[in-house]
T-cell receptor
Framework: GAGVSQSPSNKVTEKGKDVELRCDPISGHTALYWYRQSLGQGLEFLIYFQGNSAPDKSGLPSDRFSAERTGGSVSTLTIQRTQQEDSAVYLCASSSKDRGSEAFFGQGTRLTVV | AQKVTQAQTEISVVEKEDVTLDCVYETRDTTYYLFWYKQPPSGELVFLIR??????QNEISGRYSWNFQKSTSSFNFTITASQVVDSAVYFCALSEAGRGYSTLTFGKGTMLLVSP
């Protein structure tokens, strides 16, 4: 498809387990973002990748969260030792390198930590 | 620090009514971009519009129109003759030169319910 693809769409995990969330951006988009959407906090920025530059990790809430982007395309967000407060929808977006260009979002991964 | 405020948490209207969604922003930058996104029940954020800080012309796209006023730091969104399919959560967002335009600061969103 032509849009941003995320998998899985839903994930239920036990507290303390690690999870990996995957994002496949729009082909040709050099910028990739992860956001988290939860009831209490709205939409929060987590991390940003642009080409081969060092990622902006300023939004990651703790060192349990990490992300990588391989080959400038697919990205994986990893949450280690999940906690109940990590339950949220994790949204991935991509955009072109143009300044201020709009971000296109995937449908998200709903993570539930039980 | 950057901030986007959508004071209206939820708005309910009857089909064919006009409705305006408010957005007020704060930024220290003189160059920035403003966005509106729609999030229908399916969950995917859909891009609606982008405006840069140097372009205060109002924009109309079908039943949608946007009023950007730098003097009041507002970027309001009006839906004319609302329809049930307009029911969604609408987010206003800001990206700034100071952060390399790389990230979006979102408002909390306004849930619009349009009933038949």
């Amino acid at each position: 498809g032509a849009g941003v693809s995320q998998s899985p769409s839903n994930k239920v995990t036990e507290k303390g387990k690690d999870v990996e969330l995957r994002c496949d951006p729009i082909s040709g988009h050099t910028a990739l973002y992860w956001y988290r959407q939860s009831l209490g906090q709205g939409l929060e920025f987590l991390i940003y990748f642009q080409g081969n530059s060092a990622p902006d990790k300023s939004g990651l809430p703790s060192d349990r969260f990490s992300a990588e982007r391989t080959g400038g395309s697919v990205s994986t967000l990893t949450i280690q030792r999940t906690q109940q407060e990590d339950s949220a929808v994790y949204l991935c977006a991509s955009s072109s390198k143009d300044r201020g260009s709009e971000a296109f979002f995937g449908q998200g991964t709903r993570l539930t930590v039980v | 620090a950057q901030k986007v405020t959508q004071a209206q948490t939820e708005i309910s209207v009857v089909e064919k009514e006009d409705v305006t969604l408010d957005c007020v922003y704060e930024t220290r930058d003189t160059t920035y971009y403003l966005f509106w996104y729609k999030q229908p029940p399916s969950g995917e954020l859909v891009f609606l519009i982008r405006r840069n800080s140097f372009d205060e012309q109002n924009e109309i796209s079908g039943r949608y129109s946007w009023n950007f006023q730098k003097s009041t730091s507002s970027f309001n969104f009006t839906i004319t003759a609302s329809q049930v399919v307009d029911s969604a959560v609408y987010f206003c967002a800001l990206s700034e030169a100071g952060r390399g335009y790389s990230t979006l600061t979102f408002g909390k969103g306004t849930m619009l319910l349009v009933s038949p």
